[in-house]
């Protein structure tokens, strides 16, 4: 089974520019950005809209809008991910 991919708006961080202070991730909008090991990253892409609420969060520009080729943004997805963190 091969992932269905399509180019998309996707959130991209910049790890060199990240301080990891966490505000994306308290501020995402699906709250979707989890942090790991003190950087921001999605479990699965997705999850992320791609609409770049997060993007002027980010007081250091380690956040942007990108066209890449992933998978398609799943809102049931989101839904299941959320009731699973809240367990």
């Known amino acids: 089974f091969k992932e269905f991919l399509m180019k998309r708006d996707m959130i991209v961080f910049d ?13 995402c909008g699906k709250q979707v950005i989890e942090m790991v ?6 479990e699965a ?4 809209d ?3 609420v997060c993007v002027p969060m980010c007081r250091f520009g380690a956040i942007s809008v990108q066209q890449v080729d992933t998978e ?8 299941e991910y959320r ?4 367990n």
Do not use: E, I, S
Request: aromatic share 8%; hydrophobic share 25%.
């Open 15 to 27: 790890y060199d520019k990240c301080t990891g202070c966490g505000v994306c991730a308290r501020g």
């Open 37 to 42: 090991n003190g950087k921001p990253q999605f």
């Open 45 to 48: 892409d997705r999850l992320c």
């Open 50 to 52: 791609g609409l770049g």
């Open 72 to 79: 398609p943004f799943d809102p049931k997805a989101v839904m």
């Open 83 to 86: 009731a699973r963190k809240r």
